[in-house]
């Protein structure tokens, strides 16, 4: 066999130890094949008559082997006495340049890449393996082959893989003392093979057999005798009355073996259960003796009432675990009902919203297109009066240039010189670094906040959106806007009506625009809003629109936004794409009567301290906290003034990170009841 580069050599004899005559084996042919000598230690440790698929083969230089290392070859007829015999059989009989060749050197050497041990069986080349089982049985199946097979046909499909063994003469024997069960197998696949004279098979790949089954595999004629033999024996037993109904022969028969058979006979009849439920005697037999049997009643009576019970509870258990997973199934389902009933009455709500200010809207709309038609009227009657005028004054001086030409008097005319006054531009005072420290304490006795809370407030005003949370947010909100930007700060109160960041910039009484404008003209120094109730409209419209305008430039990057978050009254919930800006902070303390006094403008820290930033990086990546988020809080800690300890910093910053992962993976946190789920 050679396909795919890979042959099946046989080991024909072992050299001086370490070298391996080998030959070619081919389909029906036990020694038709090459000649090789190899020193390949695998095939040389497998021994002789070991059969092997080889890969790889390579030409190697010719052995040398002093004579005095050369053993006799193994087919030698003075050898040994069992030499002698096998040299007798026929089956033994090798080719002349067999035994010529059995010396190293004279044959070519090769080694391999890969070699593999392969499996052989053995297979009678006549008769159905009953003869097969018959010298098993005695010891005396001799097998052309000094090692062991695997495997020995015993049947059609049938082939016998263990319980059995070999002499050292060769034979092979059964090791179980009878043929009525004896565990045979299968092969569940179709591995390639090479059939050999006298009944030799070399499975070319690996055989894959299927579990053993016991297998009664006496002749038919000693099965039957047998199953006679126990017909008689049960009709000695018992005479049964006329009309006896057909039963299950098994069954009773291992009813029956419990009171009339030994141990040693039972494993007879569960062999022979198979053969007597087929004899009509049984039918005859087997009811009147089961009838008579007072205990076999009362263990067919306890069998039947356990099996009720047991089916009962069954039932039971079944019905109770279906009903708990409908139980909850039906909760879950009510859960999402309410959810879903909430997200209606929010949409209404804001169904409501949007139609009220579409309305005001539309009602805008009009009154400013009458009044730019308005405008453009009298534009229009203006240009045209201004026309005629021209046109009246260009007549009359047509009509002088066409009169006698009149000297006209000499006017000196006065020319009076206005005193222009140099317009006065007000001074800007900035607060120093003592007035700023002055001013955070104020804040943080005046809304309850601490300094670091403050700092934290100031450091991400121009980054993201902290939100002071509570029901005096909205002062405490205002206390800081003005603390830094003074009279230039903005202050917005949000409400339903203020659905777009135009609605917001009209409010002439917030200062929005005027604050904006500010900031552009001073962009060295912080301006501020405070955006006040911020739940109390859709901030979602406008919230996102203002932190990403001001990020890439399109409003000033010094406007630093305060929002405050009320705890009462008819609020809106904001979504998670607004909810990411936002920065809440709850005040700890209880806040006291006060304001902080505005002391002067507050300069844009753009830097950060290097210093200050690699502590914190330290203390937040100890903490857990990594990437991007860890990130913008050292950036913003490194803002913040030298003299608040960044400790207390880290804390504040790790229960926003803490936030914002509760609001993504939708987990509950105790800032929600400010944010979410709060439709009035």
């Known amino acids: 066999?050679?396909?795919?580069?890979?042959?099946?050599?046989?080991?024909?004899?072992?050299?001086?130890?370490?070298?391996?005559?080998?030959?070619?084996?081919?389909?029906?042919?036990?020694?038709?094949?090459?000649?090789?000598?190899?020193?390949?230690?695998?095939?040389?440790?497998?021994?002789?008559?070991?059969?092997?698929?080889?890969?790889?083969?390579?030409?190697?230089?010719?052995?040398?082997?002093?004579?005095?290392?050369?053993?006799?070859?193994?087919?030698?007829?003075?050898?040994?006495?069992?030499?002698?015999?096998?040299?007798?059989?026929?089956?033994?009989?090798?080719?002349?340049?067999?035994?010529?060749?059995?010396?190293?050197?004279?044959?070519?050497?090769?080694?391999?890449?890969?070699?593999?041990?392969?499996?052989?069986?053995?297979?009678?080349?006549?008769?159905?393996?009953?003869?097969?089982?018959?010298?098993?049985?005695?010891?005396?199946?001799?097998?052309?082959?000094?090692?062991?097979?695997?495997?020995?046909?015993?049947?059609?499909?049938?082939?016998?893989?263990?319980d059995f063994e070999s002499s050292s003469s060769g034979r092979h024997r059964l090791r179980l003392p009878s043929l009525r069960s004896v565990p045979v197998s299968r092969l569940e696949n179709r591995p390639e093979t090479i059939s050999l004279p006298h009944g030799l098979v070399v499975f070319v790949a690996q055989p894959k057999w299927s579990e053993p089954r016991a297998a009664d595999l006496r002749p038919e004629e000693e099965v039957l005798h047998s199953v006679e033999g126990w017909i008689s024996r049960l009709k000695s037993l018992v005479a049964l009355p006329d009309g006896a109904g057909s039963m299950d022969a098994s069954t009773l028969l291992r009813l029956i073996a419990d009171r009339t058979v030994s141990d040693e006979e039972k494993s007879e009849l569960a062999v022979l259960s198979g053969h007597l439920a087929g004899r009509s005697e049984l039918s005859e037999i087997l009811p009147s003796i089961l009838g008579s049997a007072h205990e076999f009643r009362e263990k067919l009576a306890a069998f039947e009432a356990s099996e009720k019970t047991r089916l009962r509870t069954e039932i039971e258990g079944q019905l109770r675990r279906e009903m708990e997973a409908e139980s909850t199934r039906l909760a879950t389902m009510r859960s999402e009902l309410s959810e879903c009933e909430m997200r209606l009455a929010a949409a209404a709500h804001r169904e409501g919203l949007l139609k009220a200010e579409t309305e005001k809207l539309d009602e805008t709309l009009r009154q400013r297109i009458e009044s730019a038609a308005g405008g453009m009227i009298e534009a229009s009657v203006r240009e045209t009066s201004i026309i005629r005028e021209e046109v009246a004054r260009l007549r009359d001086e047509m009509a002088q240039m066409a009169a006698p030409a009149v000297a006209p008097p000499i006017i000196e005319p006065a020319v009076a010189r206005e005193q222009t006054k140099p317009e006065v531009t007000p001074v800007r005072l900035t607060a120093s670094e003592t007035q700023r420290q002055t001013t955070l304490k104020e804040l943080a006795v005046a809304t309850g906040l601490t300094a670091a809370q403050i700092s934290?407030?100031?450091?991400?005003?121009?980054?993201?959106?902290?939100?002071?949370?509570?029901?005096?947010?909205?002062?405490?909100?205002?206390?800081?806007?003005?603390?830094?930007?003074?009279?230039?700060?903005?202050?917005?109160?949000?409400?339903?009506?203020?659905?777009?960041?135009?609605?917001?910039?009209?409010?002439?009484?917030?200062?929005?625009?005027?604050?904006?404008?500010?900031?552009?003209?001073?962009?060295?120094?912080?301006?501020?809003?405070?955006?006040?109730?911020?739940?109390?409209?859709?901030?979602?419209?406008?919230?996102?629109?203002?932190?990403?305008?001001?990020?890439?430039?399109?409003?000033?990057?010094?406007?630093?936004?305060?929002?405050?978050?009320?705890?009462?009254?008819?609020?809106?919930?904001?979504?998670?794409?607004?909810?990411?800006?936002?920065?809440?902070?709850?005040?700890?303390?209880?806040?006291?009567?006060?304001t902080a006094a505005f002391a002067g403008t507050w300069p844009v820290t753009t830097e950060p301290d290097q210093e200050r930033m690699g502590e914190a990086v330290g203390m937040l990546v100890d903490r857990g906290l990594e990437g991007s988020s860890m990130q913008n809080a050292a950036r913003a800690m490194a803002r913040t003034p030298s003299w608040v300890n960044i400790p207390d910093l880290v804390e504040i910053f790790i229960t926003h990170s803490e936030w914002l992962a509760a609001v993504t993976a939708g987990k509950d946190h105790q800032y929600n009841e400010y944010f979410r789920n709060i439709e009035g």
């Open 1 to 162: 066999m050679a396909a795919s580069g890979k042959s099946v050599y046989r080991v024909r004899q072992i050299v001086a130890h370490d070298v391996a005559v080998i030959a070619e084996v081919k389909d029906g042919e036990i020694f038709g094949g090459r000649m090789r000598e190899t020193r390949d230690p695998r095939i040389i440790l497998g021994g002789v008559d070991s059969f092997w698929l080889v890969s790889g083969e390579k030409k190697e230089s010719k052995l040398a082997i002093n004579r005095e290392e050369v053993s006799l070859p193994a087919f030698v007829a003075s050898i040994s006495r069992t030499a002698t015999s096998i040299r007798a059989s026929s089956m033994f009989d090798l080719q002349k340049t067999a035994n010529g060749s059995s010396e190293p050197g004279k044959l070519d050497a090769v080694s391999f890449s890969a070699a593999t041990r392969l499996c052989v069986g053995y297979a009678a080349t006549a008769g159905d393996g009953r003869d097969v089982l018959s010298e098993l049985s005695k010891g005396t199946l001799e097998i052309p082959l000094e090692t062991a097979v695997s495997a020995i046909k015993v049947g059609a499909d049938d082939w016998l893989t263990s």
């Open 456 to 594: 934290t407030v100031l450091a991400t005003s121009t980054q993201a959106v902290p939100v002071l949370v509570g029901n005096e947010a909205s002062s405490a909100a205002i206390d800081i806007a003005t603390a830094i930007a003074g009279e230039a700060a903005a202050v917005v109160f949000c409400d339903p009506t203020k659905v777009s960041l135009a609605d917001l910039l009209i409010d002439e009484q917030s200062g929005l625009q005027a604050a904006i404008n500010d900031c552009r003209n001073h962009p060295d120094t912080l301006g501020a809003v405070a955006l006040c109730n911020l739940t109390s409209g859709p901030c979602e419209y406008w919230l996102p629109q203002i932190v990403e305008m001001r990020r890439v430039g399109r409003l000033p990057r010094n406007l630093a936004v305060i929002a405050s978050a009320a705890a009462d009254g008819s609020r809106i919930s904001v979504p998670n794409a607004a909810l990411r800006h936002l920065f809440p902070l709850l005040p700890s303390n209880t806040s006291r009567p006060g």
